[in-house]
Structure formats: structure tokens, C-alpha cells
């Protein structure tokens, strides 16, 4: 199974019909979160947290839902409020489990999204599973989809094959609108693979230095696209968006400048993704065995020089691409002990020497042997003995749902 997501070309009527969607959907969400906190003592809704959300969805379908001034909410698909509830219920799952904070209200600054489906399928008797394949919507090759309970839309890229799919969320980025779907698909991995073994060092400097000579950098773009940003958000520091509490509505001038500063966050945001998405499909195209290093990475960002660093290589996320791409590739990936002392060791006589991190060259002491620091320390990730080494295995999900935020990339939350 994989992720499909594309730009959808919206003309201003679906860009409201989507804003208007994604409303709902937001609607919904802080109505049951707000329901749940107003009866979080009530003796008669006690039980689990699902049951009390299904009781909620009972109040919204059956009350407010037929409430002349909610009439606006029949115009829209009833999976909206449907796949809203079952946000709702992940939440407080998540937050049970202790890997989120409290769920919190959504709210209109922080992007919009929904999500449809096709309700059910075709059941031959009652009490049995449905036929296969009638839950889902086939999707034909080209550049038009039919979302469920909505109408068709243009894409601006093609799908390349006939595909099928239940479950289609929609977001916004920016001004820009997009459609994910997880199709039940397998890609063929490839038999052959050039290269045999590498070790992978990543670093501050360069992204990745390979141990077979290639060094994968971060495109200049990224550099002159943050100075773009910073001028813009120097040269606006005191540009307000209007004024909530006082009544006053943002400029026109305001309005522009937001819509340019999301646009500009955006495309840092997307070279970065598309450096690191090509990044570790070359190399799993190129590559069997992958040996990467364990990193601490919360521990790099206490450090706050590296931080940043960190961050803009993604770390984390280079390893989870190239863990997941093992099944879409054939490929092994390795990773090598924490303590494994793979920039401090001579990858040629394997003598071990401090090494500031300030220093870019490995001097050795023993047999003098000179070389670049991140690429001694990617051969002594591929001579790595077995002791040390152990394989990666998948995390639960490789459908790219959501772009990581820098604290999850940092590793220090989930
Ligand atoms: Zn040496």
C-alpha cells in the first residue's frame, strides 16, 4: 500500500466549495470536543471515550443537524462529519496513550483539510462482508477524479494507472489544494541493485556523504529562499492582521502579505521534501545493504548549533524514507549502535582519536592517513562489524499522511 497526493486545480467556486468543506469538517470537530468537556462529569455519559463521541454524534445527527440554522450543513457529504468524529476518537486514543497533548480546538490559522469516502459496499447477504472491491472508487488513469459524495475534479498532474481507493483526504498548503489517497498497490521491487553495501553518514554540512564517494547536499535554493523569508518577515515586523477584540479587519496589503509569507514557507518546506524524497529513492534504487548510524537526535537538538542543522537535514526523516523504502526497492537498511565511534575511528587502521566537532578533516595520529571527515566516518559506518549492526524494521504507516513538523522530525514527539 501507498500514498498518491496531487495538486488539484481549483477554479474560485470549488476553492469556497473546498474552504466551505473544510469549515464543516472543523465545525464538527471543536462541536464534540467542546460537548465532551461540558459532560466530562456527567454520571450518565460515562464509559470510553468512543462511546461517549458515538453518543455526541447521536445529538449532532439527530438535534442540531435539524435545526433550521444549521440547514447549510446538508449541502455538504455526510462522511465530512462522519471522518470528523473518527478524528476526534484518534485524538483521545493518541492522548490516552500518552503521545499527544489534550486534543485542541481546530482552528482557521492552521490550514484546512477534510476527508471523504465511499460509505459502503455491496453486501451479498446480510451479516456477511461485502464484496470485494465495491467499497472502493476506481480512479482511472488521466488527470480527472471523482471525490465521493462530491463532483469530479481536474488534477494537475496525471494518475498514472487505474487505481482504486476508499478514503480521500483533502488539504490546503498555502493556496494550493491537494488530494491524498492510499491505493492497495504493490510496487515490484527491483531484482538488481549496482551497488552491494554503503554506509550513510548524515551530516550538518552535507545532507548525506555516501561511503562509494557520491555526497548528497541540500540545493543552494533552500539558502536563498530562507534569506527571501527573513527580508519578508523583517520588512512587514509590524503588518497586523487585523484587530479580532476591536473589530478592525486585516488590510488588503495584510492579506497579501500572508498569503505570500504561507507561499514562501511552503516552498522552502517542498525543496526540502523533494531534495529528501529523491535523496533515498536513488538511493535505494542504487544500493542493497543501507548502513545508516543511530542517531540521538533529541540530544543534537539540546546542542542549539545543530540544531538548526537538524532540523533543515530532516534526520529523521531520511531514516523513516529509507526504512520504508525497503519494501518498495528490495533493499536492506542497517543501523549501526550509537556508540559505535564511526567519526572518531581511522577508517583505515581503525585507530580511535578524539575529534572536536568543529574539525571537517580526520587527521590520524597512527598512519597519518587524511580524509574528509564525513566520508571516514561513512566507510567506518559500511565496515561496521556485525556486533553492532542490527535491521531496521518499518514503523506502523508508510503512507506519508502528514508532512512531519520539526519537533517530530527531532524525534521528540510523535
Ligand atoms: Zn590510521
Redesign the pocket.
Known sequence: MFAIKRELKVNNKERSLMRGIAGFKRFVYNYGLDLIAASWDWEDVRGSDAKRIDTIKKVFTQVTMKKPEYAWMNKYPSTVYQSAFIALKKSFDSWRKGLTDFPKKKCKKKGDSFTVYKTSGIYPEKGKPALPFTNRVVIDAGKIIKLPGLKTFRLKEKIDFTCSSQTFTVDRIADKWFVSLAVDAQKIPPIYHPVQKVGVDLGVKCLATVSDGTCYAMPATTKRAKTKLSKLLLHNRNKKHGHKKLGIGASNNAKRYYIELAREYARISNIRRDTIQKMTTDLSRRVYCIRIEDLNVSGMMANHKLASAVTDNCFYEVRRQLIYKQAHYGTKVEIVDRWYPSSKM?S??R?IQPMKLSERVFR?Q??N?VQDRDENASVNLENAPDNVVRSARPELTPVDKKWPTTLVEAGRKR
Open positions: 581511522c583505515n587502521c585507530h590520524c597512527k598512519c592517513h
